[in-house]
């Protein structure tokens, strides 16, 4: 690991414990907080995540000023889940309906720039179970009580089956060696492939969001290249829990991080990459092709509806 990676590690890794919401409250001083949950089909958890942040960090204390969920065209009843719990429900195509949406996490994430207000903007993901509000409070504090903070990512515990530290497989196969190979400055990120992260929105509307899988691995490069390693920051919340993926759900997503990184590596003509899987049918194996995401969508300062929305 570098020196520099060894310094940065112990000046900016905290606990959510470090900074107490009195503390947070106190150093708010009218920054607004801005919290929104991409979601598709998680009608199951996506309701006791709203009301956690709801009545810890908006009706118990003024940590949350707004809370929006950005359905991505679920099936179920996420939207109507999350609004009886006092969630403000955007659908993914109500935002910006000039521009055609396409599939993907990163989309949802871009366009609900347009949909929300607050100087700080944290992203946590819909299908947490056993949800505490550190999620929450843990990231956003150091953006409130240092302002040389520009982004923080969560880190916590990934159980698997009941194992400890055996969750994150993408990250520990595909991101964590892709990081230390070619972005050394960023091998101290415990969790750099997670949902939950919070930053100020002056520097995510000017990074480019890779529309699929490989947006929390854009984001965190880009932001190293934007703002230095010193503006980044983590923060230990404790054990993440959630839904996990099937392995042929965590090849694609392997494929669209590695392709994310291919791009960040070289801006070259590339060929569209595909990704070919194999199910067991009738006749033996047989093969499925996925195209892998590719397509990134542009700094949101250089989208006229928000650039007229920010004069406004």
Known sequence: MLEEVERWLSRRSWSAADRPLDRLIAAKRGTTVSVVLPALNEQDTVGEIVTVIRRELMEAVPLVDELVVVDSGSTDRTAEVAAAAGARVVHRDAILPRLPAVPGKGEVLWRSLLVTGGDIVCFVDADLKDFSADFVS??????????????????????????????????????????????????????????????????????????????????????????????????????????????????????AIYRTAQLRLSRGHLVRPALTQFERGEDGFVPRTHAVDTEERPPMLDIREYAARRAA
């Not at 929105?201 to 000017?206: D, P, Q």
């Not at 190293?224 to 390693?229: E, I, P, R, S």
């Not at 404790?238 to 997503?253: F, I, N, S, T, Y």
Request: aromatic content about 6%; overall charge neutral.
């Open 138 to 255: 843990g990231i956003v504090g150091p953006l409130l009580t240092d302002p040389d903070v520009q982004f923080v990512k969560a880190m916590y515990d990934r159980p698997l089956a009941g194992a400890a530290g055996q969750g994150g497989r993408v990250t520990e196969l595909v991101a964590r060696p892709l990081l230390n190979l070619h972005w050394p400055q960023l091998a101290g990120f415990v969790q750099p492939l997670g949902g939950e992260y919070a930053a100020r929105r002056s520097l995510l509307e000017r990074l480019p969001f890779p529309v699929g899988y490989g947006v929390e691995l854009g984001l965190l490069v880009d932001s190293l290249h934007t703002v230095g390693l010193d503006a980044l920051a983590q923060v230990d919340v404790g054990v993440r829990v959630h839904r996990h993926q099937d392995g042929q759900a965590l090849g694609r997503m392997a494929a």
